[in-house]
Each structure stands twice: as structure tokens, then as C-alpha cells.
């Protein structure tokens, strides 16, 4: 199964998280792709058949500016083709910041629900505030990705 990784990242931390969840999909067999500077048609060329959205937050509750360009393509063209697709997000971000607590992550779970995407796992937050292991914390979860794309 194809599956892309779309990230958003301003200091690195969700950019790693990302390469790391290519990683252990790739090592569960699964055919991953991770590009942070990704064009619409760059995605498309690449036949996604499932979607990962890892992104932070910055300024009061957006996405980071690498994950623009290709989410506001996304939003203005809403390719038909994924549709139905299986797709999760983890979103990264802070909760000192209150009511934007990930909200860059929030943003993506709506473009997937726009997409007509299927949210096969809840999305997982990672707060900065709480842990300096946002790669090892996501493990858990990545597995039960693994377990829902293959099901
Ligand atoms: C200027 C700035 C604004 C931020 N705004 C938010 C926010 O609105 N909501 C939130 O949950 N986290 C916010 N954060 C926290 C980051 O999302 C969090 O530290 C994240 O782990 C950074 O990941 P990155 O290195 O991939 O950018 C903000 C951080 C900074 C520096």
C-alpha cells in the first residue's frame, strides 16, 4: 500500500516525527513517502492509496509555512480520486497555548474530512509541553496505523 506522509514543521520536531513514522512503515512493509516541500502534483504522480499528515502549530493555531503551498492546493482542488481513502493525522503543539492546541493538526483532519477521507485513527497529539520524545511517543500508535492500513 502506498502510503504518503505530508509534514509541517517549523524547528524540525514534526519533520522528524515524520521521517521516523516513514521509517517503521516502510519497515512494516508498506510503500511510504515522506516529502515536506511536496506539490499537488507531485503527490498525485505518487498514486497515494492511504494518508499521514504530520504537522505542528505555530502563531495562534496555523500550519506551519512548508505545509501551505500544498494545503491550500489541496483545499482549492479537492482531487475526487482520493476518496474513501484511509487517512490519520498527529498533530504536534503545545497546550500552555490553550484553545489552539494543535490546531495546525485540527486543520488537516478537516481537509481529510473535505477530501471525503476515512479518519482510521484518532488524531494523536503530541504536546510539547509534556514529553522531549515525540518520535518514541508516537510508536504506539504508528503500530495501530500499521494494524488499520492493513486490515
Ligand atoms: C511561535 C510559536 C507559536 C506556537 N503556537 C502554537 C499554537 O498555537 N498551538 C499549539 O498547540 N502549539 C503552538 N506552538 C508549539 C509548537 O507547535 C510545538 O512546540 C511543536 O512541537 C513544534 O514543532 P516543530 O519543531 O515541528 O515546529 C507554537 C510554538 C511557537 C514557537
Not at 483532519?109 to 482510521?120: D, I, P
Request: aromatic share 8%.
Amino acid at each position: 500500500m502506498k502510503v504518503a506522509i505530508l509534514s509541517g514543521s517549523v524547528f524540525g520536531t514534526a519533520e522528524e516525527v515524520a521521517r521516523h513514522a516513514e521509517k517503521l512503515l516502510k519497515a512494516a512493509g508498506l510503500e511510504a513517502w515522506h516529502n515536506p516541500r511536496a506539490t499537488l502534483d507531485e503527490l498525485k504522480a505518487f498514486g497515494p492509496e492511504a494518508f499521514l499528515a504530520v504537522t505542528s502549530t505555530t502563531g495562534m493555531g496555523e500550519l506551519p509555512d512548508n505545509l501551505q503551498p500544498l494545503y491550500y492546493a489541496i483545499r482549492d482542488e479537492l482531487p475526487s480520486q482520493w476518496r474513501g481513502l484511509p487517512g490519520a493525522v498527529i498533530g504536534l503543539g503545545d497546550a500552555s497555548y490553550g484553545d489552539t492546541f494543535c490546531g495546525g493538526g485540527e486543520q488537516l483532519r478537516e481537509l481529510f474530512a473535505e477530501l471525503g477521507l476515512r479518519e482510521v485513527l484518532p488524531m494523536l497529539r503530541l504536546d510539547a509541553s509534556e514529553t522531549v520524545t515525540p518520535e518514541s511517543d508516537a510508536e504506539p500508535w504508528l503500530a495501530d496505523l500499521v494494524t488499520a492500513l492493513k486490515a
